[in-house]
T-cell receptor, first 116, second 117 residues
Framework: EAEVAQSPRYKITEKSQAVAFWCDPI?????LYWYRQILGQGPELLVQ????????DSQLPKDRFSAERLKGVDSTLKIQPAELGDSAMYLC??????????????FGNGTRLTVT | AQKVTQAQTEISVVEKEDVTLDCVYE???????LFWYKQPPSGELVFLIR??????QNEISGRYSWNFQKSTSSFNFTITASQVVDSAVYFC??????????????FGTGTKLQVIP
């Protein structure tokens, strides 16, 4: 089965620097999610796209985080400036459904971010 | 609002023992779906099972079984004859609709299972 591609796998950055993550979902999947997972906790939704539109960014710290999915395919999540508390695993997932909510999420391997 | 509670933070069992992972959820939706995911040390969450709110039949898949009880809002996961390869963090998740029709998925905090050889 096709996979969700994420890059980079690991990223170390200094605080106040900018950092960007990339995600390519499974072909044909309309919905794309960015989650943040702090060590020992469950994934927390940052932003959700349906095609190219943001449908939920209520938990996205908009003063420093931004996300886009310009053509409704791949997506980029950016942090500027990075803070120490941003150290976490950033997970991208995609699902097939649009108006349905029974679609399982398919996850990428994640990007492990360390802010020093 | 949706909420998923996995009260067991960590569980250790000896290989071949049976183990049950608990999941309790809260939702106001009448139609919703419940999922279990496995996150091995490599980090990628893997989908295990989906169950809709109208289907309370238990399901068995090999050594895995799931018990959905709507009356207690629980969706528990049992591994029979555990193996070392079952060592991972397991997440329960709830999916419901919101106005606008898009899928909202909420994860629990996970249960770390360690199977000791």
């Amino acid at each position: 089965e096709a996979e969700v591609a994420q890059s980079p796998r690991y990223k170390i950055t200094e605080k106040s620097q900018a950092v960007a993550f990339w995600c390519d979902p499974i072909s044909g999947h309309a919905t794309l999610y960015w989650y943040r997972q702090i060590l020992g906790q469950g994934p927390e939704l940052l932003v959700q796209f349906q095609d190219e539109s943001v449908v939920d960014d209520s938990q996205l710290p908009k003063d420093r985080f931004s996300a886009e999915r310009l053509k409704g395919v791949d997506s980029t999540l950016k942090i500027q400036p990075a803070e120490l508390g941003d150290s976490a695993m950033y997970l991208c997932a995609s699902s097939l459904g649009r108006a349905s909510y029974n679609s399982p999420l398919h996850f990428g391997n994640g990007t492990r971010l360390t802010v020093t | 609002a949706q909420k998923v509670t996995q009260a067991q933070t960590e569980i250790s069992v000896v290989e071949k023992e049976d183990v049950t992972l608990d999941c309790v959820y809260e939702t106001r939706d009448t139609t919703y779906y419940l999922f279990w995911y496995k996150q091995p040390p490599s980090g990628e969450l893997v989908f295990l099972i989906r169950r809709n709110s109208f289907d309370e039949q238990n399901e068995i898949s090999g050594r895995y079984s799931w018990n959905f009880q709507k009356s207690t809002s629980s969706f528990n996961f049992t591994i029979t004859a555990s193996q070392v390869v079952d060592s991972a963090v397991y997440f329960c998740a709830l999916s419901g609709g919101v106005s606008g029709g898009y899928q909202k998925v909420t994860f629990g905090t996970g249960t770390k299972l360690q199977v000791i050889p």
